[in-house]
């Protein structure tokens, strides 16, 4: 008990609360040439508080001053501190084996510094003083560190390092799927597919540790396809049949085989486990039923339910496409922001803003807003842009300041605020609500790897305290979007949905209502459509739509877990259409039309690419009902204008465009007259 009786007597009300001498070390076991590699040798560790409550940082150097650049982490349950004698040890959160870390020795025993690590760690858990647990709480918290930390051994070779696959970490040539059906290929010229070869081998083999691959061979073909995303796996109940996208290095082609009865299912069922295990780089038996059930439902191609169709209406519309263009530099374009109390349309490019009008269906350069820079005169090349309170202004993110957002006063011309939130960094931004840019709303919502926060100018901090959300560091927050509610819909580095309900930055709460497992590829984009009902999240090669709402259930997703219940779709390119393009995809954040009507259309872009869904159509089932156009230069960022979804802003590397949405065509439209292809109007 004299243990947990020094931390509850340590006091903690200064800001420097410990100091401690010693080396610095780099521990990498997995190395064949240094496993132990000294970075300092006289080094000096402190342990100090944050500018944010329960948030302690620890902080090591050189005595003296070399170019050694200072170590600083928040202490954290995350790293497993392990103390052994004169020897501390943690992780580095940025080897997924966890088995790489720092090792410090200290020139005296490390009693004081392991409680006020064990202080710090336990108040930013519970977010409350040590003072107000109880003396069994403590001892349970400590334990429990102390039982992980020697589970993780960081430093210490594990031969386990890759969980066991599903299918036994195959090895080369193990067959995970074997079946005959007939094999087609997209012929262009023809504008469909051609048969090659009746009764083919369709295999799928375990070539190493979660890597896949799928193998056709007859009498007269063979190829080969390695399973990563880029395939647009696409399966079509009606024929037992699969198409997919394969490469010979040069140039792509879409085959389909289609099989005999259920043999359809098994083939992609398989393939999108497969799919699962290689991005995951994790057993799919291991996870839960219904996160299965999620990722399978993810590759079905069925219709979504309890959505009331609509009649289609056919839109004529006689716009010429408008351009305008930003004086030429060495720069390229980077933002879109679209208004939504006005007709302008900004463009970020390098250290300048770009400011046009759309009046009347006309696209034209207004003025330009040249050298952003900070207070103190440092240029902004901002990472990151989004319009702020009715369109006075526009909120920057610096890539050189990840703790500070910038608030450009867009009649002005200049940065008129910089709100740094101290130790706390911002990886992005969002409204507080769906169209509150279009309010005088003074406050925004942000997030970083593993926190979730209101930003709120008029305080000191520039933080709503009390919407200060910590979390475990393995949650990778990296994109968010809000409802017309406030609810909160969260993109993660693995490729999870999670829905917040937006009262929780009111009350002492933080969970998620919904987490919906990820199919193993980064989430890049966040929407949702402004009642909430469907939210929308942007893959490198495909899009993810989830129905929030599900049968039998009043609540949403925001308000009541749907994790059983969801069923995500996948919206891809047809493989046929990713042939004809030739190109890689990966696409920009996609968007619903914006306005106070029904959202209709989803636009995205990539490469060469402008692509709509009709959403409309896809609510109904029908997930390939997109139109598209190619530019001859690499397409930045698109958007419709607000208000309606008749015109798009195309923001291109050098210009920006505004197009009808009725000039974007159906891939089959172009295929069956090649000479139609749309080409941009230099």
């Not at 510094?113 to 069994?136: F, Q, T």
């Not at 263009?325 to 980077?334: A, G, H, I, P, R």
């Not at 101290?422 to 925004?444: F, H, W």
Request: aromatic content about 8%; overall charge negative; some cysteine.
């Amino acid at each position: 008990m004299s243990f947990l009786k020094a931390i509850g007597e340590m006091v903690f009300g200064k800001s420097h609360l410990i100091e401690a001498k010693g080396k610095l070390f780099y521990l990498d076991p997995t190395s064949t040439t240094e496993t132990k590699k000294q970075l300092l040798k006289q080094a000096k560790l402190t342990v100090e508080r944050s500018n944010q409550p329960y948030q302690y940082q620890l902080i090591i150097g050189p005595v003296d001053e070399d170019e050694f650049d200072e170590y600083t982490c928040l202490v954290d349950q995350a790293l497993l501190f392990r103390f052994e004698g004169d020897r501390m040890v943690w992780a580095d959160l940025s080897d997924d084996t966890l088995m790489c870390g720092y090792e410090f020795i200290a020139d005296d025993k490390l009693d004081q510094l392991e409680k006020v690590i064990y202080r710090c760690m336990i108040e930013r858990l519970r977010e409350i003083p040590v003072e107000d647990m109880s003396g069994d709480d403590i001892q349970e918290l400590i334990e429990e560190f102390q039982m992980k930390a020697k589970e993780a051994s960081v430093g210490q070779w594990r031969k386990e390092v890759q969980p066991m696959s599903v299918y036994a970490t195959p090895k080369k040539g193990t067959q995970l799927f074997s079946a005959n059906g007939d094999l087609f290929r997209y012929i262009i010229e023809q504008n469909g597919f051609v048969k090659l070869e009746e009764n083919v081998q369709v295999q799928i083999l375990g070539r190493a540790d979660f890597v896949f691959e799928i193998s056709v061979t007859g009498k007269t073909v063979s190829s080969h396809s390695i399973l990563d995303p880029s395939i647009n796996l696409i399966y079509y109940a009606d024929t037992h049949s699969c198409s997919w996208v394969s490469s010979n290095g040069q140039d792509k082609f879409s085959e389909l085989v289609r099989f005999n009865g259920e043999e359809g299912v098994v083939f992609h069922h398989t393939v999108a486990q497969c799919l699962f295990e290689t991005q995951h780089k994790a057993s799919f038996k291991d996870i839960k039923t219904a996160e299965q059930e999620y990722v399978l439902n993810a590759y079905e191609d069925v219709e979504m339910e309890d959505v009331q169709e609509e009649e289609e209406e056919e839109e004529e519309d006689e716009h010429v496409p408008s351009r305008a263009q930003m004086e030429t530099d060495n720069e390229t374009n980077k933002h879109l922001a679209v208004g939504l109390n006005n007709d302008r349309t900004f463009i970020v490019r390098g250290d300048k803003v770009g400011v046009f009008s759309s009046r009347d269906q006309d696209l034209e350069f207004v003025t330009m807003i040249d050298k952003l820079q900070t207070l103190k005169g440092d240029t902004i090349d901002p990472s990151r842009v989004m319009l702020h309170q009715q369109d006075t202004s526009m909120l920057l993110m610096n890539p050189n300041e990840s703790n500070t957002v910038y608030k450009l006063d867009l009649e002005r011309g200049q940065v008129a605020e910089e709100w740094n939130m101290g130790d706390l960094r911002v990886e992005n931004i969002a409204p507080v609500e769906k169209y509150s840019q279009r309010t005088n709303e003074s406050t925004v919502m942000a997030l970083n790897n593993n926190a979730l926060f209101k930003i709120d100018p008029r305080t000191p901090n520039k933080v709503a305290q009390s919407s200060l959300k910590f979390y475990d560091t393995k949650n990778k927050f990296a994109t968010m979007a809000t409802t017309g509610q406030g609810h909160l819909a969260v993109g993660t580095k693995k490729g999870e949905i999670k829905l917040y309900n937006g009262n929780m930055f009111e009350k002492d709460t933080k969970n998620a209502k919904t987490l919906l497992a990820g199919l193993g590829d980064e989430i890049i984009g966040m929407d949702t459509t402004e009642d909430g009902r469907f939210v929308l999240a942007t893959c490198p090669t495909y899009l993810l739509l989830i129905d929030t709402h599900v049968a039998d259930q009043k609540q949403s997703g925001f308000e009541k877990s749907i994790a059983k219940q969801a069923k995500p779709k996948r919206l891809v390119l047809k493989p046929e259409h990713v042939a004809w393009m030739n190109t890689e995809i990966s696409f920009t954040p996609a968007k619903f039309n914006m306005g106070t009507d029904q959202e209709r259309s989803i636009v995205t872009s990539t490469g060469k690419w402008v692509i709509s869904w009709n959403f409309r159509q896809v609510r109904q089932g029908k997930l390939h009902s997109y139109s598209i156009r190619q530019y001859d230069d690499h397409v930045v960022a698109d958007n419709f204008v607000f208000g309606q979804d008749r015109n798009i802003i195309v923001a291109l590397q050098n210009d920006v465009e505004m197009i009808s949405k009725s000039s974007l065509q159906t891939p089959t439209k172009m295929l069956k007259s090649r000479s139609s292809i749309v080409n941009s109007p230099y």
